[in-house]
């Protein structure tokens, strides 16, 4: 699985050390190369896995491989970090995923946190909350290896997960389906069916108004015509 639609290489040279291909099913070896985490943000753009590392005796409970900061240690679970992240985006996060399964009749099970490119998918089912996520942008390959794969990210990043490929090539699949499915649902959304409310004129553009304040102050990561039109297609059946 090769992809050509790659942005930027460019990453933290911390990256180009002699560690070579890093393993994640031994996170008591990775502790030592991470630097603390302050916040419990991720930048998705930039964040490409997430490692559970709440098993080991250590004060931090996950590992955020990140392509500009290197390796963090969160004191927040891989568990605490997605519904974090999930949060801020609103509906447009694992509502929305979840809507879109149901319309394309795929599995509810191990669905993706999908924004914009970024497609998040746990490497697992979660066992007590905990789980490892992995992150389709920048991914250009995925190797079989014995017992395992190696995903291989641009700028020349290698990570070796316990997961089979086949395993990792059908969730890749469903991710980017349904990463259609949401982009779709968003260009739909930016050209609202304006017979759905009766709105019009000044009401309309008090409305767009609206809708721009309530994403600007709770932080919503959303189109702000989606809330928009939700909310005249609302009013449009009173």
Not at 20 to 37: H, I, N, S
Not at 46 to 52: A, C, G, I, K, R
Not at 104 to 132: C, D, F, V, Y
Request: hydrophobic share 35%.
């Amino acid at each position: 699985m090769n992809q050509n639609n790659i942005v930027s290489t460019t990453v933290n040279p911390f990256w180009y050390n002699d560690v070579g291909c890093w393993d994640t099913r031994q996170p008591e070896r990775l502790v030592k190369y991470a630097t603390r985490l302050e916040s419990d943000k991720i930048d998705v753009l930039q964040t490409f896995y997430l490692l559970d590392i709440g098993h080991l005796k250590c004060p931090e409970k996950a590992l955020v491989f990140d392509r500009q900061r290197g390796i963090l240690k969160s004191k927040w679970s891989t568990r605490q970090l997605m519904i974090r992240y999930s949060r801020q985006l609103g509906f447009s996060g694992s509502h929305l995923v979840r809507a879109v399964a149901t319309d394309q009749g795929l599995s509810p099970h191990k669905l993706p946190i999908i924004h914009g490119e970024a497609i998040l998918m746990p490497q697992t089912s979660a066992k007590r909350g905990m789980a490892n996520w992995y992150n389709g942008l920048y991914l250009i390959d995925a190797v079989e290896r014995p017992l395992m794969t190696e995903l291989v990210y641009a700028g020349g990043i290698r990570l070796l997960i316990d997961m089979s490929l086949p395993m990792v090539d059908r969730q890749l699949k469903k991710g980017r389906q349904l990463q259609q499915g949401v982009s779709n649902y968003h260009q739909r959304r930016a050209t609202p069916n304006q017979a759905a409310s009766g709105l019009d004129g000044t009401d309309a553009q008090n409305l767009n108004r609206f809708a721009d304040t309530v994403v600007d102050y709770f932080g919503i990561q959303a189109h702000p015509e989606e809330i928009s039109c939700l909310t005249k297609r609302f009013l449009g059946t009173l």
